[in-house]
């Protein structure tokens, strides 16, 4: 993350702490209000792809993209009001690497 906006940011926060946070959010107020308030924050149509991108490449990182993984990414795309076709083409370009 050096050298980018976000830098500071990780650097004064423990990714562990912020991740403990989402998911305290996520369980109070549900997957549904958590991703609309995602794509509400992000608002811009390639933040969003860049988002999804993001969470492609963490489901893959192991280098197995598994079926409940892609239909959580699917599922992930509709919430964000990212295209399937597009989605499909970014798991395609990204799982490919």
Same mark, same amino acid.
């Given at each position: 993350?050096? #050298?980018?906006?976000?830098? *500071?940011? &990780? ?7 912020m991740l403990d946070a989402a998911q305290a *959010? $996520?369980?109070?107020? #549900? ?9 509400? =924050? &992000? #608002?811009?149509?390639? *933040? &969003?792809? =860049? *988002?999804? +991108?993001?969470? %492609?490449? @963490?489901? =893959? +990182?192991? #280098? %197995?993209?598994?079926? $409940?993984e892609r239909e959580f990414i699917m599922e992930? +795309?509709?919430? &964000?009001? @990212?295209?399937? /076709?597009? =989605?499909?083409?970014?798991?395609? /370009?990204?799982?490919?690497?």
């Open positions: 993350a050096e #050298g980018t906006d976000h830098a *500071a940011t &990780l650097a004064a926060e423990p990714l562990a702490k *959010a $996520s369980e109070e107020q #549900g997957r549904d209000k958590r991703l609309e308030a995602v794509k509400e =924050a &992000l #608002g811009d149509v390639d *933040a &969003l792809k =860049a *988002a999804l +991108a993001l969470a %492609i490449r @963490v489901t =893959a +990182a192991d #280098g %197995i993209m598994r079926t $409940s992930l +795309a509709i919430a &964000l009001g @990212v295209d399937g /076709d597009t =989605a499909a083409d970014l798991v395609r /370009d990204i799982t490919r690497k």
